[in-house]
C-alpha cells in the first residue's frame, strides 16, 4: 500500500483567545500537557499500526504549536523522530505566535528537524493589533522574526490579515510594505472572515462591524500587485511564495493527496475514507490513552464528492485544474469561459482551466457551479 506521505498535528493551546478566531484551540489549560503530549503520540503508534506513513512535509498547526514549553516541545519532536522514518521529510512546518518565540525555543526547534515557520503577524500596527485582541505588539512581532532567522529558519512564512474593522487602505500598504523589508519566503494574506461563535461575528450581526465586499475585493486586488511588484507568486488566493518557496504541505492537500491528522479537530483523509478527530481535548486525550478510537466523525468519500473538493481547492490555485477533469460541467466552464472568470492554460499533461484575476475575485461563488 503506498504511504501518507503528510502528517498534520493539532496542538489546540493559545495564550488567549483571539475574538475573531474559530480555529478549535483551549486557553490556560497547558497544565493538561503532559498527558496530551502521551495521547498524541499513542495516537501516531495507533495510527502506525494501520497506515504506512513515510512523510515528506510534516504541518504542527493549531492553535499555538508554539505555546508548548521548550521542554514539551523537545519531548513531542523527539518523540515523532522515534516513531516516523523521515528519509524523505523535505518541509517541517511549525505555526508560532510571536509572543511566543523565544532564542532557546528556536534553536530546539530547528536542531530537531523542523525547517519552515509559519508566523501570524497579521499587522505590523498596535492599533489594529489591539482590534485583533492580539496578545503581542508589533515590536515583539519584529523581534521574533529576528529571532527566527538567527536560529537559522531559512523559510518564513507571516501570516497577515486584512480588511480589519477600522483599518485603512494606508495602513494595509504599510503592513506590506514592511513585510517586504523584513524579507519572508512566504506570504499567507487572508481577509479577514466573520466566523460564526466568535465575539467578531456577534459584533459584526449587531451591526458594529460591517462588511463591504467591494472594499475587500479592492483590498485583495491592491495586495495581489503589490505581492506580485515585490516578487512573489500568487499559487493560491491568500498564499504567496518567492519561487521555489510554496508550502508543500498546503499544495498536497489542495491537490488531493491522502493525509493523516493526529490530534483533536484534526481530519484524515485516506483513499475514500475521512474521519475526523473529536474537536475536545479533554475527550480526545481520555478516548486515546484508552486505547479507543479518537475519531468523532467517519464517512467514506463517493468519487463526485472528492472530484468536486478536487476542483474547489484545485481551482483556488494558479496551476487550476485539468480540463478533463471538468468535462460533467461544461456548459459552466463556458459561460465562465466567455464571462472572462476562466482561463484556458497549456500544460505538459495537457490543457488546464484556472481562474483569471476577475475569476478570483468571486472564486467561492464559482466553486459551488461544480459540487
Ligand atoms: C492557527 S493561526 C496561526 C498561528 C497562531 N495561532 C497565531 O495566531 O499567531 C492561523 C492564521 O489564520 C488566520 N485567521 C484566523 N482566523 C481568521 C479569520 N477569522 N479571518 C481571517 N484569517 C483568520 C490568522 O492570520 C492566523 O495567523
Ligand atoms: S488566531 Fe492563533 S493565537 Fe489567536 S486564537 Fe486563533 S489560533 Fe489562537
Known amino acids: 500500500m503506498t504511504p501518507i506521505r ?6 489546540p493551546f493559545c495564550l488567549r483567545a483571539c475574538p475573531y478566531c474559530s480555529f478549535y484551540k483551549e486557553v490556560g489549560s497547558l497544565r493538561k500537557t503532559p498527558r496530551f503530549l502521551d495521547a498524541l503520540l499513542a495516537e501516531l503508534d495507533g495510527q502506525l499500526a494501520r497506515h504506512a506513513v513515510r512523510p515528506r512535509t510534516i504541518f504542527l498547526g493549531g492553535g499555538t504549536p508554539s505555546a508548548l514549553s521548550t521542554p514539551q516541545l523537545e519531548r513531542l519532536l523527539s518523540g515523532l523522530r522515534e516513531r516516523l522514518d523521515l528519509g524523505e521529510l ?9 509572543a511566543t518565540v523565544s532564542p532557546e525555543k528556536a534553536r530546539t526547534l530547528r536542531a530537531l528537524g523542523v525547517n519552515r515557520i509559519s508566523m501570524g503577524v497579521q499587522a505590523w500596527d498596535d492599533a489594529l493589533l489591539r482590534v485583533l485582541g492580539r496578545v503581542h505588539t508589533a515590536a515583539q512581532a519584529e523581534r521574533s522574526y529576528h529571532v527566527l532567522r538567527e536560529a537559522g529558519f531559512e523559510n518564513v ?10 483599518q485603512t487602505r494606508a495602513q494595509w500598504a504599510a503592513t506590506l510594505e514592511k513585510t517586504f ?21 456577534r459584533r459584526f450581526q449587531a451591526g458594529e462591524y460591517r462588511q463591504d465586499k467591494e472594499w475587500d475585493a479592492d483590498l485583495f486586488e491592491m495586495t495581489l500587485d503589490r505581492l506580485a511588484a515585490a516578487g512573489f507568486e ?9 519561487p521555489g518557496r510554496e508550502c508543500l504541505h498546503n499544495l498536497a492537500y489542495w491537490e488531493g493527496a491522502d493525509y ?8 484524515s483523509t485516506r483513499g475514500t475514507e475521512r474521519w475526523e478527530n473529536v474537536a475536545d481535548a479533554e475527550a480526545y486525550t481520555a478516548r486515546v490513552l484508552a486505547g479507543e478510537s479518537a475519531a468523532g466523525f467517519r464517512e467514506t468519500l463517493d ?24 468535462g460533467p460541467w461544461q456548459a459552466a466552464v463556458d459561460e465562465y469561459l466567455d464571462a472572462g472568470f476562466f482561463t484556458r492554460a497549456a500544460s505538459p499533461e495537457g490543457e488546464r482551466i484556472r481562474l483569471t484575476r476577475q475569476g478570483v475575485l468571486v472564486a467561492d461563488a464559482l466553486a459551488e457551479a461544480f459540487v
Not at 260 to 267: T, Y
Open 6 to 11: 503528510h502528517l498534520y498535528l493539532h496542538i
Open 90 to 98: 523535505t518541509e517541517w512546518t511549525m505555526e508560532m505566535n510571536p
Open 234 to 242: 500568487s499559487y493560491e488566493i491568500s498564499n504567496h511564495a518567492r
Open 181 to 201: 523589508a523584513l524579507g519572508p519566503e512566504h506570504v499567507s494574506a487572508y481577509c479577514l472572515t466573520y466566523e460564526e461563535d466568535t465575539d467578531f461575528f
Open 303 to 326: 468519487e463526485s464528492t472528492r472530484l468536486s473538493e478536487r476542483i474547489a481547492f484545485g481551482l483556488r490555485t494558479n496551476r487550476g485544474v485539468p480540463a478533463a477533469l471538468l
Open 260 to 267: 493523516l491528522g493526529l490530534g483533536p479537530s484534526a481530519f
Open 157 to 166: 512564512n507571516l501570516d497577515l490579515m486584512f480588511a480589519i474593522p477600522t
